[in-house]
């Protein structure tokens, strides 16, 4: 019997978040792993999959009903998977301002993995995905607080800063959560894969965790992506798995960007090895 029903998997954008849920699809369906079938997705912030399930239109609810409505209809969904089962999720931890609840509240038990990435690499790959300038991104999302994403068929994001973000997590003490940096994943996949799996209390051999490993390596994705496509890539012209490289912030942001991510983060990066 699984300890958990619901994982959650939070991060900022861009950080390893569909790395780690390729990883988990190559794990729990091995050889049937199939990159543009992802399980495991963002299903919280999905408009289209909630007005399918209540049928009714998102603006026949007041803000508080829909937040009821959207934990009703996370439960129903996590009702027809199988225990555990894992959703991505940008979102902050962010409590209702009408129940002091998480906005995402359910009474299954539920854990969290959160992976963190470098906020200068994160600027890089967040401005490479959505097309715009590497400062636009500085401005509205990393440096902004309070920042919301904001995209046609999902719910509005409220991400805030990188800190505000990781941090948001961190001081919450009503969810079980383990920090994983994605640099630490890619220099030893294998020991920290396995930390997190001992986390969950999921009990899956040497062997397959090296399997899921390599069936999710980065290069090996974005060669499945060359091949055939990825339906979560935004841009038609812009690879989603581009290099996944550590570090690059370093190199291509200006001093000037590399100040500003710093004076707004430096709190969390110092905490995280960043600083």
């Not at 600027?123 to 959505?130: E, G, N, P, Q, V």
Request: proline share 4%; aromatic share 14%.
């Amino acid at each position: 019997m699984a300890k958990y029903d619901l994982i959650w998997l939070a991060s900022y954008p861009k950080s390893g978040n569909t790395w780690l849920r390729c990883f988990f699809s190559a794990l729990f369906y091995e050889e049937k792993f199939d990159l543009n079938n992802l399980e495991f997705n963002e299903l919280f912030s999905d408009e289209n999959i909630f007005s399918l399930l209540v049928k009714k239109k998102i603006t026949d609810f007041n803000e508080y009903q829909l937040e009821i409505e959207r934990r009703k209809v996370l439960d129903f969904y996590l009702m027809t998977k199988p225990s555990p089962y894992l959703l991505k999720i940008h979102d902050k931890y962010t409590l209702s301002s009408y129940d002091d609840l998480p906005v995402f509240h359910t009474n299954r038990p539920t854990a969290v993995i959160y992976i963190v990435r470098n906020p200068f690499d994160v600027t890089i790959s967040f401005s490479r995905y959505l097309g715009v300038s590497v400062d636009e991104i500085i401005d509205r999302y990393v440096c902004k607080s309070e920042a919301t994403i904001f995209m046609k068929h999902r719910f509005p994001r409220q991400i805030g800063t990188w800190q505000e973000h990781l941090m948001s997590w961190k001081e919450q003490m009503e969810i079980p959560v383990i920090f994983v940096r994605y640099e630490d994943l890619k220099m030893n996949p294998y020991q920290n894969f396995k930390k997190i799996l001992s986390f969950l209390a999921l009990d899956f051999n040497e062997h397959k965790i090296r399997e899921a490993i390599k069936r999710s390596e980065f290069n090996t994705l974005k060669q499945m992506e060359s091949m055939d496509g990825f339906r979560e890539r935004l841009l038609k012209d812009v690879p989603f798995f581009h290099s996944g490289n550590i570090d690059e912030g370093a190199i291509e942001l200006s001093i000037t960007q590399k100040q500003k991510i710093k004076k707004q983060n430096q709190e969390a990066m110092k905490i995280f090895g960043y600083l």
